[in-house]
């Protein structure tokens, strides 16, 4: 115990020395500075760019220019900045905005909330791939044929496209590498702290920022928070659990509502039928198309994010009405010579995947089945596979987070959440000092407008610093 309690000490110094040194470091460096522009797409919004490093570790090489859009307070008591950092990884903040701010008009009134494009989206040096290869993927089913020397193989040459259309950005898009964007940003706001607001795949960064700059850091709300601590395999068992447990809500939702056009049916049984129709080959889509096991799995994962209960009963009932039959088959991939934007890549430079053989991908995939018995499977899978033969290493590999000085942390998750479980938010909230965990007693992936409970204890916290007093909100 002694020896674990120095062993934690050094390290948190170390990362605190590491913390300073890199904040004296950036600030011996020019500050950027951001020119502000009415939004050609929405002029009720400011727009600009901040040229950033490509790579942190060479400030001086060449750079980007990331996106960068600002909702200006709008109240005369401003508290600050507030950061907000989008999910994905592939959503663009900058398009959040522009469509309409999600925050509250109270949070409004007291920030300017500004967001971005992270590196590789969208606006700011988007990641851009051969078409061909990103359509086209291989079979990453073992149960239907699949061979992880042909995902490997495939990783490799879709690599080899992203690199030739995006260049050397490819091996510079993890969430370290954007909360050094982040605190860029901040420098050329002038602002000696900022709040963040992260959700999804966005709260990678913001835990990063916490470790790296605590003390510019005045609040972190962390939405729907990832478990960056996760090794590959746990991390896939986790994702099924979720995706189990989220597809079970549907299913006892749809078997107690009458008007569920499933109501009575055995919901399990249909979609085990279709799961098994897609691994043979002979499950079609509306347009007479193959649907591969793990279309069928993610198009069911997709729907339960809000949720869409009573449409995702539809699609099934739909599916089940189409004719069985092989199916017209997806082509192989093969290069087009068509380039179009393909960001959701970027998991691969923050996530480790160590799957070497075949025998070793078949253990793990019996594995999503055990945790998964109905789904089957999880649209973590399909990235993982691709992520474990990527030939660059993850820059910011998962790791226990080390944050020292860091001001108290919200974090916001349902009991049911199909992509960011809430096991990981408790994971989270007990490896990070001074973290308060609010759960929302309901369903969905993210939570900040799930309800006027969740509204008004993450606007206390952020406009206040206002920890919440209770542990949850109820189901709206």
Excluded at 85 to 111: E, H, K, N, Y
Excluded at 330 to 347: H, K, L, Y
Aim: hydrophobic residues 40%; glycine residues 8%.
């Amino acid at each position: 115990m002694t020896l674990s309690r120095a062993l934690a000490g050094a390290l948190l110094a170390a990362a605190a020395a590491a913390a300073a040194l890199t904040a004296c470091t950036a600030e011996a460096a020019p500050e950027p500075t951001l020119t502000w522009q009415p939004c050609a797409e929405n002029g009720a919004y400011e727009c600009a760019s901040l040229p950033v490093p490509i790579d942190w570790a060479n400030p001086d090489g060449d750079a980007i220019e990331l996106a960068v859009v600002r909702d200006r307070a709008y109240g005369s008591d401003r508290v600050g900045t507030l950061v907000s950092l989008p999910g994905g990884p592939g959503s663009s903040g900058v398009d959040q905005i522009l469509r309409g701010t999600p925050f509250s008009a109270g949070l409004r009134a007291r920030f300017d909330i500004v967001s971005l494009d992270p590196r590789g989206v969208k606006r700011s040096n988007p990641v851009r791939c051969d078409a061909g290869l990103v359509t086209g993927r291989p079979n990453l089913v073992p149960d239907a044929g699949g061979r992880l020397d042909q995902a490997h193989s495939y990783a490799r040459e879709l690599a080899a496209s992203c690199r030739e259309h995006t260049g050397p950005l490819l091996d510079h898009l993890d969430a370290e590498s954007v909360a050094r964007d982040v605190e860029a940003l901040r420098k050329a706001l002038g602002e000696q702290q900022i709040s963040l607001y992260s959700r999804s795949y966005g709260t990678m960064p913001a835990q990063r920022y916490a470790e790296l700059f605590p003390r510019h850091l005045r609040a972190s709300l962390l939405d729907s928070v990832d478990d960056h601590s996760l090794g590959g395999a746990e991390f896939l068992a986790s994702q099924a659990r979720a995706g189990q447990d989220t597809f079970t809500e549907f299913v006892a939702w749809c078997a107690r509502e009458p008007h569920c056009v499933l109501h009575g049916q055995d919901v399990p049984g249909l979609y085990g039928e279709l799961f098994a129709a897609a691994t043979r080959g002979e499950l079609r889509d509306a347009k007479g198309k193959a649907l591969a096991p793990l279309d069928l799995s993610s198009a069911v994962t997709q729907r339960l994010y809000r949720p869409e209960w009573a449409e995702l009963a539809q699609d099934l009932r739909t599916l089940a009405a189409q004719p069985r039959g092989a199916a017209e088959l997806p082509a192989a991939p093969r290069r087009t010579g068509e380039i179009v934007p393909m960001p959701q890549i970027i998991f691969c430079s923050d996530w480790q995947f160590d799957i070497a053989e075949q025998d070793q991908w078949q253990r793990l995939w019996r594995a999503q089945r055990d945790n998964a018995p109905t789904l089957r499977s999880h649209f973590a899978w399909g990235a993982a596979s691709i992520c474990s033969g990527w030939p660059v290493a993850p820059k910011n590999p998962p790791h226990r987070p080390l944050i020292q000085d860091g001001p108290p942390v919200l974090i916001l998750n349902s009991r049911h959440d199909p992509a960011t479980p809430h096991e990981w938010a408790v994971q989270v909230a007990a490896q990070t000092p001074g973290a308060k965990l609010l759960s929302y007693d309901g369903w969905g992936h993210g939570m900040y407008d799930r309800s006027p409970c969740v509204t008004a204890a993450a606007d206390g916290y952020l406009i206040d610093l206002r920890l919440p007093p209770g542990d949850s909100c109820p189901a709206a």
